[in-house]
Antibody
Framework: QVQLEQSGTEVKKPGASVKISCKASGYTFTNYGITWVRQAPGQGLEWMGWISGYNGYTNYAQKFQGRVTMTTDRSTSTGYMELRSLRCDDTAVYYC????????????WGQGAMVTVSS | QSALTQPRSVSGSPGQSVTISCTGSSSNIGGSNYVSWYQQHPGKAPKLIIYDVSKRPSGVPDRFSGSKSDNTASLTISGLQAEDEAAYYCYSYAGTLFGGGTKLTVL
């Protein structure tokens, strides 16, 4: 079935980087984009950016410009999100979601990856 | 940009209807028909329940409906059921903004 499988829990120190993977299965990866969304503990959803599964074109939220890089590996149908210079307030669950089947909406979500930033 | 504005909480009894509003501006909700809604149960990933303001993905009950007027989108859940208790988030593709979320309690 159509699904997105994310990498596991990460614990990082302030200033470090984290790279989360999102492996797609059950659909043609290059036909859709991948959006990354995060959710701090007890808080709402925050859009981080989007990457095309077709050509790797990216669109990042201004808040994360310069600190985030989204990439894809079409050979393994996997998307990646790297966040650098981590701060304590980057502690959150990070989700990937498929965009495109339902235009401009996110119809399939990964299970989420918890990232804890603590000294 | 700030998040879209949603009430922090709403409640209703089983069988009743509730409406959750999502207010933005002409640069996001008011300027686009690409508004979607997500349901999130505790500890789970969000689930798409409405897209393009009022369309339902396959498998979503017709108890869930969406609409939009000017800068405000709305989600209505009719015939409330216990399993509808969750957080609900709106999203506007224009502006790439989520709402702050609304906690629905089924009394």
């Amino acid at each position: 079935q159509v699904q997105l499988e994310q990498s596991g829990t990460e614990v990082k120190k302030p200033g470090a980087s984290v790279k989360i993977s999102c492996k797609a299965s059950g659909y043609t990866f290059t036909n859709y984009g991948i959006t990354w969304v995060r959710q701090a503990p007890g808080q709402g959803l925050e859009w981080m950016g989007w990457i095309s599964g077709y050509n790797g074109y990216t669109n990042y939220a201004q808040k994360f410009q310069g600190r985030v890089t989204m990439t894809t590996d079409r050979s393994t149908s996997t998307g990646y999100m790297e966040l650098r210079s981590l701060r304590c307030d980057d502690t959150a669950v990070y989700y990937c979601a498929r965009e495109g089947a339902t235009p401009y909406a996110f119809d399939i979500w990964g299970q989420g990856a918890m990232v804890t930033v603590s000294s | 940009q700030s998040a879209l504005t949603q009430p922090r909480s709403v409640s209703g009894s089983p069988g009743q209807s509730v409406t959750i509003s999502c207010t933005g501006s002409s640069s996001n909700i008011g300027g686009s028909n690409y508004v979607s809604w997500y349901q999130q149960h505790p500890g789970k990933a969000p689930k798409l329940i409405i897209y393009d303001v009022s369309k339902r993905p396959s498998g979503v009950p017709d108890r869930f409906s969406g609409s939009k007027s000017d800068n405000t989108a709305s989600l209505t859940i009719s015939g409330l059921q216990a399993e509808d208790e969750a957080a609900y988030y709106c999203y506007s593709y224009a502006g790439t903004l989520f709402g702050g979320g609304t906690k629905l309690t089924v009394l």
